[in-house]
């Protein structure tokens, strides 16, 4: 490992390390009126929310690391005490990309950017019309650590109004294809919170799980699972009885559909198709398999049902690969 202590750093590198490794971050883009009036808009990921009750959430429109001067932002907001934040979607990043450039005081970042001013209901700065949720909050501290370029300002603002496109809801949550976040990471680089990025992670929080200590070595032990199945697993209230596993085996064999061809194509073709049943039968159904081998593709069918998030017939696979099957 690299160790470093921030003091015998540049502040840009700092900067950088703090950029790689805290991400992705989300991207707050904010909308603030000057006391003459002046519209400003600019991205900040430096950016997260802290409560529900009330809805709090914080961003730094930190010192700028050329002069140790302030962001506009940060005068609106001392000044007016009132933001709109808005998220930032896939088909307007380089319009808020934009909308970052250092104008100078006084530009109007929706018109260099391109965005839509709309009005608020409760505040003065305007709204971007083209994102699909929109905040408008009231500043309740600014909290300043250091006096150079680069310092935090953190804002700290209660939202007093949401405004959420409808078509974002699915079953009455936000669905991520649906919003299609993008995030800061370092460097010029983004990752878009979409499709194939997606997946769920089941809520450790209802129930309580056996922990990863409970799990039996030989399925910890094993070279199919990975970190992450082997967590899942250990996310089970209780392990199936064997009798449960000898049930759950006896049910698919007797289900047994493969034909003539249950040899080892026939699994990878079901594995590419995640079909953990047809990978079972085509195991239990080929009596020409060595221990070690029928061992292996139980754990990869294990393996499979487990990533299809059927947690509990994965255990019984698990479970079952461990028996002594030869
Ligand atoms: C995606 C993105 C994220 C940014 N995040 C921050 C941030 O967290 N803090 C910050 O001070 N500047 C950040 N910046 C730079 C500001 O947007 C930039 O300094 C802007 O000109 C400030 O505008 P203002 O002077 O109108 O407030 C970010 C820029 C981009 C493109």
């Keep these: 490992m690299k160790e470093y202590l921030p003091q015998e750093l540049s502040i840009p590198d700092v900067q950088r390390l703090l950029q790689g490794g805290v991400g992705p971050r989300p991207i707050a883009l904010v909308s603030t009126i000057s006391k003459e009036g002046i519209n400003n808009l600019a991205p900040f990921s430096f950016y997260n929310v802290f409560g529900a009750n009330p809805p709090v959430i914080a961003f730094s429109p930190s010192r700028r690391g050329r002069d140790g001067s302030f962001k506009d932002t940060y005068l609106n907001l001392f000044e007016t005490k009132e933001c709109v934040v808005q998220a930032v979607t896939f088909?307007?990043?380089?319009?808020?990309?934009?909308?970052?450039?250092?104008?100078?005081?006084?530009?109007?970042?929706?018109?260099?950017?391109?965005?839509?001013?709309i009005q608020s209901d409760l505040i003065k700065p305007k709204r971007v019309k083209e994102s699909p949720f929109q905040m408008e909050c009231k500043l309740l501290d600014m909290m300043s650590y250091g006096d150079g370029g680069a310092s935090a300002n953190i804002a700290i603002c209660e939202v007093i109004k949401f405004h959420i496109d409808e078509d974002i809801f699915v079953n009455g949550l936000i669905h991520p294809n649906k919003i299609d976040l993008v995030a800061r990471m370092s460097g010029d680089f983004y990752c878009r919170?979409?499709?194939?990025?997606?997946?769920?992670?089941?809520?450790?929080?209802?129930?309580?799980?056996?922990?990863?200590?409970?799990?039996?070595?030989?399925?910890?032990?094993?070279?199919?699972?990975?970190?992450?199945?082997?967590?899942?697993?250990g996310n089970i209230e209780i392990i199936p009885s064997e009798n449960a596993v000898s049930e759950y085996i006896q049910k698919v064999k007797r289900s047994t559909v493969i034909e003539s061809d249950y040899l080892i194509n026939s699994f990878e073709h079901y594995l590419t198709q995640k079909d953990f049943t047809k990978m079972l039968q085509v195991v239990l159904a080929n009596s020409s398999l060595t221990t070690t081998n029928k061992k292996q593709l139980l754990e990869k069918t294990a393996k499979a049902a487990l990533e299809a998030n059927q947690t509990e017939i994965a255990w019984k696979i698990a479970l079952f690969a461990g028996r002594d099957n030869g």
């Design 193 to 233: 919170a979409f499709g194939e990025n997606i997946f769920e992670v089941e809520k450790p929080l209802a129930k309580k799980g056996i922990g990863y200590d409970q799990i039996p070595d030989f399925i910890k032990q094993s070279n199919i699972y990975s970190a992450n199945n082997l967590g899942k697993l």
């Design 91 to 117: 088909n307007m990043v380089e319009q808020v990309s934009l909308a970052s450039t250092e104008f100078e005081n006084g530009i109007d970042e929706f018109v260099k950017s391109g965005l839509t001013p």
